[in-house]
């Protein structure tokens, strides 16, 4: 045993890990072995680096809720063994992913880190090994013998994120992510400068993980447009079993304030509905009753979102869901920060 930070990298599946089939020229996902023989440099690093992969690698399209907790369940089982994880996965729904992994483990005492690339590794121009290699590097930092990172971050491209305050912004830029809301953790530059100040801090370190693996799906992001129809609305309200909504209001959280839609609305929360206000604002945040378009949603009973993402938001009711709590400590919760995916007090 050597006294290097011992890091597992968990590969789920994305570019990062692909290659083309020239018959089809299309990008399929490949055996993870080779990942490591791709970058010999990993072995350069001062720690040790055991890997595990899906055993059948997804597309982070194919990513769904039990796929959430395969990798929570590989988390939990190696949890003592590793001082830090890395966990790869495609980008495109890596901050859904990364967000409700979060939510998933509470009274997280390490890091671990999503990262994925835009190119595939084995690409001449690939932001592949930056990602990874840095990645690595941000799971095993320790300062007097403690990890840095105590929480679930996103690394992209220079930057490490709070997972749940990212959103991928592009599909062709090396800078696939923003958290418009919440500064970047650490940038990697000549060095790897943490902002320590904005770190997670673990609230007591003497609490055990907790870890929760059951999610509730029966939920959905209904984003408003100009000229959405009453049926359409209707529709989704009525869908069977739903339990939750994402609802995209625009700008500071306004919505149409007609009768009809807020009755539809009031129907759904009456029948034990969550409904989450959300803006489509890239940036900024909800203030219910700003504007005379909010305050009918906030009397009927509406969740205030804040400043939450929408792939936070989603994850965080599909977590919060299985609690079983009452209306009041359902909005309780929803509304204030658990693991730093919202602010939780403004100055206006
Ligand atoms: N389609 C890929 C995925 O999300 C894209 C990526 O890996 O960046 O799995």
Do not use: W
């Not at 680096?49 to 959430?68: G, L, Q, R, V």
């Amino acid at each position: 045993m050597t006294n290097k930070p011992n890091i597992l990298l968990l590969y789920t599946g994305g570019t990062i890990g692909m290659i083309k089939d020239y018959k089809t020229n299309a990008l399929k996902a490949f055996d993870f072995s080779q990942i490591i023989d791709k970058i010999p440099e990993l072995q350069q690093l001062n720690c040790n680096i055991k890997s595990i992969s899906f055993d059948e690698p997804i597309d982070s399209s194919n990513m769904n809720a039990k796929y959430y907790s395969d990798i929570v369940n590989i988390i939990e089982n190696n949890y003592k063994k590793f001082d830090g994880f890395v966990v790869l996965t495609g980008s495109d729904t890596m901050s859904y992913t990364s967000s409700a992994i979060s939510f998933m483990l509470e009274n997280l005492q390490k890091p671990i880190i999503f990262t994925g690339s835009q190119l595939p590794i084995g690409d001449l121009r690939t932001d592949a090994k930056e990602n990874l290699i840095t990645s690595i590097e941000v799971a095993s930092a320790k300062k007097n013998g403690v990890s840095v990172i105590t929480e679930v971050c996103l690394y992209f491209e220079y930057k490490l994120y709070r997972a749940n305050r990212t959103t991928k912004i592009s599909s062709e830029q090396f800078e696939a992510f923003t958290s418009m809301n919440f500064p970047p953790l650490a940038e990697s530059g000549v060095h790897l400068k943490f902002d320590d100040h904005l770190i997670e801090k673990s609230k007591n370190k003497d609490n055990k993980l907790i870890v929760r693996k059951k999610l509730v799906d029966e939920v959905v992001i209904l984003k408003l447009f100009p000229g959405i129809s009453r049926q359409v609305v209707e529709s989704i309200l009525n869908i069977p079993g739903l339990k939750g909504v994402v609802l995209e209001t625009y700008g500071a959280g306004n919505a149409p304030n007609s009768g009809v839609f807020i009755s539809l609305l009031k129907n759904a929360i009456d029948k034990g509905i969550k409904i989450i206000n959300v803006t489509q604002c890239k940036s900024g945040n909800v203030i219910m009753g700003h504007y005379d378009t909010s305050l009918m949603l906030r009397d009927i009973g509406v969740i205030n979102g804040r400043d939450i993402t929408t792939e936070s938001a989603i994850a965080k009711l599909m977590y919060l869901l299985d609690k079983k709590l009452s209306i009041n400590d359902f909005k309780k919760y929803f509304e204030k920060s658990l693991r730093g995916e919202l602010t939780d007090k403004y100055h206006f």
